[in-house]
């Protein structure tokens, strides 16, 4: 008998191997799992993976960071892009290499999106210890800074023998292709393991396809959820962001229209349907819209699809005011499916929606007319001041935020892309959008992590090429991590950038003035005598700070020179930025108010006029809270 096959390869070599040969398979179309590696190095992996990918340039495309938690932001908003069907891996050195992944890792897990880390590790022979950067632990020696990254991964493994690489790749792989369990998986790489040799079987670095399931229903399951559907008279769906992972926006389409059911979006589902969609009635929850928060109010049946019911979707369990609402969860995920006592209904969305619309169909089910008159003359009133907030008549005047949002409505079509992911833009954008296609909003709200825009539109843009894709950032959040600007121009990834210049947290800065804390310490300006952040605004000029990292930089100082910039940023072919000052005075802010409630708690017992007015406000709302069971 012969012995199989086998290569002599250091553990990185194989595993980079063994990487640009993985692929996914859904729906009869296969793509490579892994499109790029990300990487910064340093003493912990240079010699290893580092080696590595020069030895197989051809079979590993490599795309160079400035920041380690910007890289797998950027990894994130590529498998975002690519229906979570491909993504990215990041190399890292050990020590503040490998901590600096931990907030992207948290990101990618929370919002369910696979991304691949593999850190340094320090010697697992200790030859020398402590060596540079090891966190020496007392208690156990088998600790390292990289155990950080265990709480926030889906897998985690060390790889402290090159024999230990073949199983937990493999395990590796199942995780990102889980549509229930994937988020980020680490991989912690010791950096003397990486560089030490082995034989390894010619078969793991065969083709391997990994098929991304869509299950179905189970029947009895699914004969409740219809036989729920049919006996509610006020239903209304919330499609989360499982709704995209999916594709099941067609699916859903068709549900809606053969039902007439309308259809609330959470952040991450907004685009399930196209804005215009007789069905669609918007965001919903604290930064939903009127309509939609008013049928959640007196919905008799919710239907959760692909959602997780977040304190945002439910107004913090104080949305759902009738008393006799029921839910029903249409969900990939089993811990998601009982939220809120629901029916589960454990499926693929897609899968499941048109199983629901099958089954429903056989009864000829359709919900009122009266109850589609009744939120169709919402949705339109509430297009009106969609309207009102974007409209600027005087085009000579500094523009508000939401009027920014109008003019960047004004030159996208259904191929654009926005990115944004905190501050006070996506409040407005959940509001007021009007997302043209499936994939065009894409808000990072699961997280809600400031920096995560330039980064992810980078990541994007690499998934989609040939479209348009904004960045929509504020100033706190370009100040938290403009340094991928110097990748995307490296690179020639034309990413574009809208830089909204607020002169602080103007999110927070809100929210501190209703909590009773007096928008302390939330604008950038120079401190007052009582020590106070109330002063001249600060001198900076993000503007120049751009420019001087690579991007090209267009200024508008009015509506009318915003709408040209615009214009002019969407037609170029290198990275672009504009960059803009906004009317933040509250009596012309422009924007909608919030149309439900978010518990931030409020200081129980305070001497401060504005604190003592903000508890009995938040105890008032306290008192409606209720749980579901």
């Given at each position: 008998m012969t012995s199989p096959a086998s290569q002599r390869l250091t553990v990185a070599q194989a595993l980079v191997r063994f990487l640009s040969a993985q692929y996914t398979e859904r729906d009869g179309v296969r793509q490579r799992l892994i499109g790029a590696t990300w990487g910064i190095f340093g003493h912990g992996n240079v010699a290893g993976i580092g080696q590595a990918l020069v030895e197989y340039a051809g079979d590993m495309p490599y795309h160079q960071g400035r920041n380690e938690q910007a890289m797998v932001h950027a990894a994130v908003g590529y498998a975002r892009q690519s229906n979570r069907l491909s993504t990215h891996a990041v190399t890292t050195s050990i020590g503040p290499g490998a901590t600096n992944l931990v907030t992207g890792a948290a990101l990618a897990t929370v919002n369910h999106l696979p991304v691949l880390l593999l850190p340094g590790d320090v010697f697992a022979a200790r030859p020398a210890d402590p060596v540079l950067q090891q966190l020496e632990v007392p208690y156990a020696g088998d600790v390292s800074v990289n155990d950080c990254l265990r709480p926030v991964s889906k897998y985690f493994d060390r790889i402290t023998r090159p024999e230990a690489l073949i199983p937990a790749a493999l395990q590796a792989m199942r995780v990102l292709t889980d549509p229930?369990?994937?988020?980020?998986?680490?991989?912690?790489?010791?950096?003397?393991?990486?560089?030490?040799?082995?034989?390894?079987?010619?078969?793991?670095?065969?083709?391997?396809?990994?098929?991304?399931?869509?299950?179905?229903?189970?029947?009895?399951?699914?004969?409740?959820?219809?036989?729920?559907?049919?006996?509610?008279?006020?239903?209304?769906?919330?499609?989360?962001?499982?709704?995209?992972?999916?594709?099941?926006?067609?699916?859903?389409?068709?549900?809606?229209?053969?039902?007439?059911?309308?259809?609330?979006?959470?952040?991450?589902?907004?685009?399930?349907?196209?804005?215009?969609?007789?069905?669609?009635?918007?965001?919903?929850?604290?930064?939903?819209?009127?309509?939609?928060?008013?049928?959640?109010?007196?919905?008799?049946?919710?239907?959760?699809?692909?959602?997780?019911?977040?304190?945002?979707?439910?107004?913090?369990?104080?949305?759902?005011?009738?008393?006799?609402?029921?839910?029903?969860?249409?969900?990939?995920?089993?811990?998601?499916?009982?939220?809120?006592?629901?029916?589960?209904?454990?499926?693929?969305?897609?899968?499941?929606?048109?199983?629901?619309?099958?089954?429903?169909?056989?009864?000829?089910?359709?919900?009122?007319?009266?109850?589609?008159?009744?939120?169709?003359?919402?949705?339109?009133?509430?297009?009106?001041?969609?309207?009102?907030?974007?409209?600027?008549?005087?085009?000579?005047?500094?523009?508000?935020?939401?009027?920014?949002?109008?003019?960047?409505?004004?030159?996208?079509?259904?191929?654009?892309?926005?990115?944004?992911?905190?501050?006070?833009l996506p409040g407005d954008l959940h509001k007021l959008w009007r997302a043209r296609s499936r994939d065009q909003y894409?808000?990072?709200?699961?997280?809600?992590?400031?920096?995560?825009?330039?980064?992810?539109?980078?990541?994007?843009?690499?998934?989609?090429?040939?479209?348009?894709?904004?960045?929509?950032?504020?100033?706190?959040?370009?100040?938290?991590?403009?340094?991928?600007?110097?990748?995307?121009?490296?690179?020639?990834?034309?990413?574009?950038?809208?830089?909204?210049?607020?002169?602080?947290?103007?999110?927070?800065?809100?929210?501190?003035?209703?909590?009773?804390?007096?928008?302390?310490?939330?604008?950038?300006?120079?401190?007052?005598?009582?020590?106070?952040?109330?002063?001249?605004?600060?001198?900076?000029?993000?503007?120049?700070?751009?420019?001087?990292?690579?991007?090209?930089?267009?200024?508008?100082?009015?509506v009318g020179e915003l709408r040209t910039a615009l214009a002019e940023a969407r037609a170029a072919d290198t990275p672009t930025c504009v960059y803009v000052e906004t009317e933040t005075a509250d009596s012309v802010s422009g924007a909608p108010l919030a149309q439900a409630w978010w518990d931030v708690p409020v200081a129980e017992t305070a001497t401060r006029t504005p604190a003592v007015k903000a508890r009995e406000l938040y105890e008032r709302h306290v008192s409606t809270r209720r749980r579901h069971l």
């Open positions: 229930v369990d994937t988020g980020a998986v680490t991989l912690a790489l010791p950096q003397d393991v990486q560089a030490e040799a082995c034989d390894w079987p010619e078969e793991f670095f065969a083709e391997r396809v990994w098929t991304v399931r869509r299950p179905g229903a189970d029947p009895a399951e699914l004969a409740e959820a219809v036989t729920a559907i049919r006996a509610a008279r006020r239903p209304l769906l919330v499609a989360g962001g499982g709704v995209h992972h999916s594709r099941a926006e067609a699916a859903l389409a068709e549900f809606a229209e053969a039902t007439g059911i309308p259809v609330a979006a959470t952040q991450s589902g907004k685009g399930s349907l196209r804005w215009d969609h007789p069905q669609d009635v918007g965001g919903i929850g604290h930064t939903g819209t009127a309509t939609a928060d008013e049928l959640a109010r007196t919905a008799d049946l919710v239907i959760g699809v692909g959602t997780r019911y977040t304190d945002f979707t439910t107004a913090s369990g104080t949305l759902f005011e009738n008393p006799d609402v029921r839910f029903l969860n249409l969900t990939i995920a089993p811990f998601d499916g009982h939220k809120l006592a629901g029916l589960p209904l454990i499926a693929d969305a897609r899968s499941g929606l048109e199983e629901l619309t099958e089954g429903l169909q056989m009864h000829r089910h359709r919900v009122a007319e009266a109850y589609v008159a009744e939120y169709t003359e919402g949705k339109a009133h509430w297009e009106r001041r969609v309207d009102a907030s974007y409209a600027a008549d005087d085009p000579g005047v500094r523009p508000t935020q939401p009027q920014v949002l109008g003019a960047l409505d004004g030159v996208v079509d259904e191929t654009d892309v926005i990115v944004n992911a905190a501050g006070s894409h808000l990072e709200y699961g997280y809600s992590c400031m920096g995560y825009e330039i980064p992810a539109a980078i990541g994007v843009k690499l998934a989609a090429p040939d479209r348009p894709v904004w960045a929509l950032v504020g100033d706190g959040t370009y100040l938290m991590m403009p340094t991928e600007i110097v990748t995307a121009v490296q690179e020639g990834v034309a990413i574009k950038m809208v830089l909204v210049q607020n002169h602080g947290y103007a999110s927070i800065g809100g929210l501190s003035e209703s909590v009773g804390a007096e928008g302390f310490a939330t604008a950038y300006r120079y401190p007052a005598e009582d020590g106070r952040y109330t002063g001249a605004p600060l001198p900076v000029d993000l503007a120049a700070n751009a420019a001087s990292l690579g991007m090209r930089v267009l200024r508008a100082r009015t």
